[in-house]
């Protein structure tokens, strides 16, 4: 996997068309603002507080009616920021972070399973920010992700979701994700229900 990628979306917004026009010729600048548009590349802990920062924003724009409201509103910032940089420091996770020209926007971390399977990742996050959606941004951040962790030797995939998370259910399907296994989890106090979806030839599918 290249060290950054780049994920088309739309021209950038027109407050840094005139710094491009300054430095380009016209005809350069509509495909330097669209590959601009996303660029992902891997994490580490001096990221952790933008990473805090979208975990939190973004469970609490995926997850009303899901997970309890009280639970919701406790999630902090600066708490989340401490568990990933600790996170980063000392684990093989693979973390790849997606920037916009206001900063990061979604991230995928992967690494061992931890249902027992020999040759078996798992994808223990996947979040992207509502206003980044519908770019294609989640699907690039889950086939990277699913790329490095091939490159280290995985044969399969697996990723949970919230039984009950039908548009994440979608996406994983129309990805090729087959529902595999169940188990329950407590968030918040709450037993909630949720749904493996499995990638049993990786490398086939990511293209290694």
């Known amino acids: 996997m290249p060290f950054v990628s780049f994920v088309v979306k739309k021209s950038l917004p027109d407050r840094h068309g005139a710094a491009l026009d300054a430095g380009l010729g016209r005809s ?3 495909g330097v603002r669209h590959q601009l548009a996303y660029a992902i590349s891997p994490a580490g802990p001096g990221d952790a507080g933008d990473l805090a920062r979208v975990h939190v ?3 609490r724009e995926t997850y009303p009616g899901l997970l309890p409201k009280a639970y919701l509103d406790g ?19 693979v973390t790849l972070a ?11 971390s992967g690494g ?24 294609g941004l989640g699907r690039r951040l ?13 044969v399969s995939l697996i990723i949970w979701v919230l039984r009950d998370n039908t548009p994440a259910r979608g ?30 030839r990786l490398g086939g599918w990511v293209g290694t």
């Open 142 to 154: 889950l086939t990277d992700t699913a790329r490095v962790l091939a490159a280290r030797g995985a």
């Open 98 to 108: 997606a920037e916009g020209v206001d900063g990061l926007v979604g991230y995928c």
């Open 28 to 30: 350069d600048v509509n």
């Open 171 to 200: 996406f994983y399907e129309h990805l090729g994700g087959k529902l595999d296994a169940a188990r329950v989890e407590t968030v918040g106090g709450r037993i909630i229900p949720s749904v493996g979806y499995r990638w049993e």
């Open 57 to 59: 924003q973004a469970w």
């Open 75 to 93: 999630l902090s910032i600066p708490r989340h920021a401490r568990l990933w940089r600790r996170r980063l420091m000392s684990t093989h996770e």
């Open 112 to 135: 061992e399973s931890r249902v027992p399977g020999e040759g078996l990742a798992e994808i223990t996050t996947l979040y992207v920010l509502r206003e980044a959606q519908d770019a």
